[in-house]
């Protein structure tokens, strides 16, 4: 195709008419008949292919001027969609009622990467941004040709185009190209996932003409799962359909020796499926296929038990070989500023493995049908998901449809691509639809985890208790023992037990601030896993990936800095920051919190004490500031995390019902995995199964109250909220531990017996 | 060995060939084919599979077919509808309460037989209400005060 000067669409052979091969209709999720449109389109050869330097890969208009946008990411939860909405109606200049957005099908868009790193609104908004104003631009041109009059004498208003000078001289968006779609080719940046970009000639609107983009819109879609009318992944079925599940072994490591098909046959038409050392049953019921799983006589290999006792955890990550190590930033000479210290201030903080703990575990179904391969998942990245599937089947990528359902909660690279992989095996070894969902112990169990991690922290001081360097230097297991996304199967429980070659993949990270000291070195180290194939302690992507333990440690530390000096922690934090918008962010929570200067600890008596601690921390663009205010109740240890203040900057607002949400939700997440959470296990295995053995926050510990300043900075090119807001939940909660107690907790999860022992 | 059973669900019967020991849940999902409730743990530890059996919160995950009976099951689809919601669906609905959204059928039904009982509770009392019931997505401010505002409704 090449590319095109003159705006026009593709109509090679045919133009759509009337209610032709591409409807949409305004405000559905996306249909069946919108699919089978797009591909009869395809097979007509009145759609460009799906590629990223295509327009009509991001927008369509439909015959009633409707606009369908197809979003290569997707909504965990918050929202996205309805800003992506608002962007796209924004820059077309149609109401947002006009738009749809159609997200994470690999049949209906390209590769944005899915959820990922806080991306939606900061990678993916700007591409549909982009996309919709080259869209705009050509139905412009298309209508200055039609009208016969310049282009920059007509402006659009609700999806009519029209001359300034007199609005009866227009033509709409529905008789420009209504039905039909768009040949136009971007600039594609030549990658795909996050970074995918490919603007057209147009320039993007004035903030400053903004009408839609910073608008409280709500979301559509909570209605149905209010009424339950859609369906969730777990409820997709599709003729032939049989149940599978799958079988883990009880001493990871171990693999099958020998199978006892004969223990299932009491239970109707269930049988094993095996490769390699993959193990599953199916059965043409679920509950069958349940039964099966419990009963079904394995015996095991004698693995030699992977892990050291739950205790001996963070010995073993001091102890461990580096891997791995990456210094970020050095500044000035670190060695020699400790050296010359009059005073240095040395901390250590611990971090245990976390699970994704996802509502419900992973379910997936996959239908091999004429050699074309069809998957429903709940990954949040489904594009990958096709990848790695097609991969893991040898077949190509073009014979494998990744379609998104909404899931139980995702939370990073959760168990739901694992699943994917495992039911396409199964499929693939049965010949039938297989629908497989995991058990809550293997969604807790197995899922992959956050790593654990110590993080070591010094500052050495001068006479003046001037703070001339910093150190911080965190070690622990990889974040990406398996990959952030589906797309390989060595990445995938299915691809370890089938013996796939694995990879080794380190990466960990530094505290992401604007601390300026003379002397600074922030660095870190990985370790190995304690099992290779086929762990359930394996390191991953969870919510925010090693985020909250970098700065519970990092903004505990400079806390500890500040009571050594004296100094009130707002104080000290303001006079060493560089960023204004650090410094912004931080007294905006304190202003909004009634912040007052002094230094911690408090003296209290009494059962019940209360602390204020503040924290904060940038993440990729985002900045942002939280003071929480905590009760604690010495008796039995546990601590009411009662209010936070989150003070948000995170550049321009595009939604501020959405923004509110989201960062609710990441405050009351960080609670829990501050104050509950830890993966706990044995020598065999994990041992934090269900809800029981990984408590979360539960509702009788919510908060009182979530206050937010929202810092709006309509300057700036909007960056991520779906994160920054839990990085700093722990430390905040840490500092106003130790200010309420004059104790300082250096080891996550401040459980009851913790905190009871470290007060006693 | 599979039974017949004759479930009442959301005002319908449903004639389901079953083993007395298959949770409720199988039933509600795959033979009678309904979206809701969902299974999330199976041990009646997080309440995603709630349901009403003569109108009182269950989990269906752990409840056998044999022990079902002639009570009348209602599901979340079956407590209200778009055209005559229950007020706390129509507090979620306006509260923008749900993130992912699997967690929903515990909330509102637990809630829901919670305020029919138990009229204007304080918020001590909801959140004594809802106690156990998870959500993962950390969507608990939303839902306190999507019941609190059901609570109003309904005062």
Redesign the interface.
């Known amino acids: 195709m090449t590319k095109q000067d003159k705006p026009h669409t593709f109509s090679r052979r045919a133009v759509l008419a009337g209610t032709g091969a591409f409807v949409v209709s305004v405000g559905a999720p996306i249909s069946l008949g919108t699919v089978l449109g797009m591909k009869s389109a395809f097979a007509q050869g009145v759609k460009p292919p799906l590629v990223p330097e295509q327009l009509s890969s991001y927008i369509a208009v439909g015959n009633d001027g409707a606009v369908s946008a197809f979003f290569g990411k997707m909504d965990m939860g918050q929202g996205l969609y309805v800003s992506i909405g608002q962007i796209v109606a924004e820059e077309l200049d149609v109401p947002f009622k006009a738009v749809t957005v159609f997200m994470a099908d690999t049949r209906t868009s390209v590769n944005q990467g899915g959820a990922s790193g806080s991306t939606g609104i900061q990678t993916g908004g700007r591409q549909m941004r982009m996309a919709a104003a080259e869209a705009r631009r050509v139905l412009v041109e298309m209508a200055a040709e039609k009208l016969s009059l310049p282009a920059d004498q007509l402006t659009v208003t609700d999806g009519v185009v029209h001359a300034k000078a007199d609005a009866s001289k227009k033509a709409s968006y529905a008789e420009l190209i209504g039905g039909r779609y768009f040949n136009v080719q971007l600039e594609w940046n030549q990658q795909i996932g996050n970074a995918l970009y490919a603007p057209g000639k147009a320039k993007p609107k004035d903030v400053k003409d903004y009408k839609i983009v910073g608008q409280p819109i709500k979301r559509s879609d909570i209605a149905p799962r209010a009424f339950a009318t859609e369906p969730f992944v777990t409820d997709i079925k599709v003729p032939g359909m049989i149940h599978a599940r799958v079988i883990r072994p009880p001493v990871a490591g171990a693999t099958p020796v020998s199978i006892d098909e004969g223990s299932l046959k009491d239970i109707p038409g269930a049988r094993v499926v095996r490769e390699g050392n993959f193990l599953a049953v199916v059965a043409d019921k679920e509950w069958d296929a349940v039964k099966a799983h419990d009963k079904l006589r394995v015996q095991w290999s004698n693995a030699a038990p992977p892990f050291p006792s739950q205790e001996a955890l963070y010995d073993h990550i001091r102890k461990a070989p580096v891997r791995k190590a990456a210094d970020e930033k050095p500044v000035g000479n670190v060695a020699e500023a400790f050296r010359n210290a009059a005073r240095v201030i040395e901390a250590e903080y611990e971090w245990p493995f976390q699970s994704h703990a996802c509502m419900g575990p992973a379910c997936a179904v996959v239908e091999i049908k004429d050699g074309h391969v069809t998957c429903y998942t709940g990954s949040q990245k489904p594009h990958f998901v096709r990848d790695g599937l097609a991969r893991t089947l040898g077949v190509p990528p073009a014979s494998v449809d990744g379609i998104w359902v909404v899931g139980p909660g995702s939370y990073g690279r959760n168990d739901a691509d694992d699943c994917a992989h495992d039911a396409a095996v199964v499929a693939k070894l049965t010949g039938k639809p297989v629908r497989l969902q995991y058990t809550r112990e293997q969604g807790t169990g197995w899922d992959p985890k956050g790593p654990a991690s110590i993080h070591k922290a010094r500052a050495a001081l001068d006479a003046s208790n001037k703070v001339t360097a910093y150190e911080f230097v965190s070690k622990g297991f990889s974040r990406i023992d398996v990959q952030t996304n589906g797309s390989q199967p060595q990445d995938t429980l299915a691809g370890h037990f089938r013996g796939v070659p694995l990879r080794v993949n380190d990466n960990f990270g530094v505290p992401a601030e604007s601390y300026v000291f003379d002397n600074k070195r922030t660095a870190w180290e990985t370790i190995a896993q304690f099992l290779e194939r086929g762990s359930p302690l394996r390191g991953a992507h969870l919510r925010d990936p090693v985020g909250p333990q970098i700065h519970f440690a990092s903004e505990s530390f400079m806390d500890e800095v500040a009571h050594a000096i004296g100094a009130d922690p707002v104080e000290f934090r303001l006079r060493y920051l560089r960023d204004p918008r650090d410094h912004a962010v931080i007294k905006a929570a304190a202003e909004k919190a009634g912040w007052k200067t002094r230094t911690s600890p408090q003296r209290q008596t009494g059962n019940t004490v209360s602390g204020r601690g503040i924290a904060y921390s940038q993440r990729n663009g985002t900045t942002c500031a939280i003071v929480a205010e905590v009760d604690i109740d010495r008796r039995s240890g546990k601590i009411w995390a009662r209010k936070f203040t989150v003070a948000h900057d995170c550049g321009l607002i595009v939604n501020p019902d959405g923004l509110k949400h989201t960062i609710e939700g990441n405050i009351i997440q960080g609670i829990s995995r501050t104050l509950w959470e830890e993966v706990k296990f044995d020598n065999k295995s994990v041992t934090s199964v269900d809800w029981l053995t990984y408590p979360i926050l539960d509702m009788t510990e919510a908060p009182e109250t979530i206050d937010c300043v929202y810092i709006n900075r309509p300057d700036r090119a909007p960056t991520g909220a779906g994160e920054p807001s839990i990085r700093p939940v722990a430390a905040a909660i840490a500092n106003a531990v130790f200010d309420a107690t004059g104790v300082r907790m250096r080891r996550v999860p401040f459980s009851p017996d913790r905190v009871k022992g470290a007060l006693s | 060995m599979t039974q017949k059973f004759t479930l009442d669900v959301n005002g319908k019967t449903h004639a389901v060939d079953?083993?007395p020991d298959?949770?409720l849940l199988?039933a509600l999902?795959?033979d009678i084919?309904?979206?809701?409730p969902?299974?999330?743990?199976?041990?009646a530890?997080?309440g995603?599979c709630t349901v009403h059996m003569d109108g009182q919160p269950v989990r269906s995950c752990i409840t056998p077919m044999s022990a079902v009976g002639n009570a009348k099951v209602v599901?979340?689809?079956g407590l209200?509808?778009?055209e005559k919601?229950h007020p706390l669906?129509t507090a979620?609905?306006e509260e923008?309460?749900?993130?992912?959204?699997?967690?929903?059928?515990g909330w509102?039904m637990t809630a829901a037989a919670f305020l029919r009982d138990k009229k204007n509770p304080s918020e001590a009392e909801i959140?004594?209400a809802?106690?156990?019931?998870?959500?993962?997505?950390?969507?608990?401010?939303?839902?306190?005060r999507a019941v609190k505002r059901a609570a109003t409704m309904m005062g």
């Open positions: 079953a083993d298959m949770p199988y999902k795959n084919g309904l979206n809701n969902q299974f999330g743990c199976g041990l530890q997080c995603a599901t979340l689809s209200g509808t778009p919601p669906q979620y609905v923008q309460v749900t993130q992912c959204g699997y967690c929903i059928n509102i959140k004594a809802l106690e156990g019931l998870k959500c993962r997505c950390g969507t608990h401010m939303n839902i306190l």
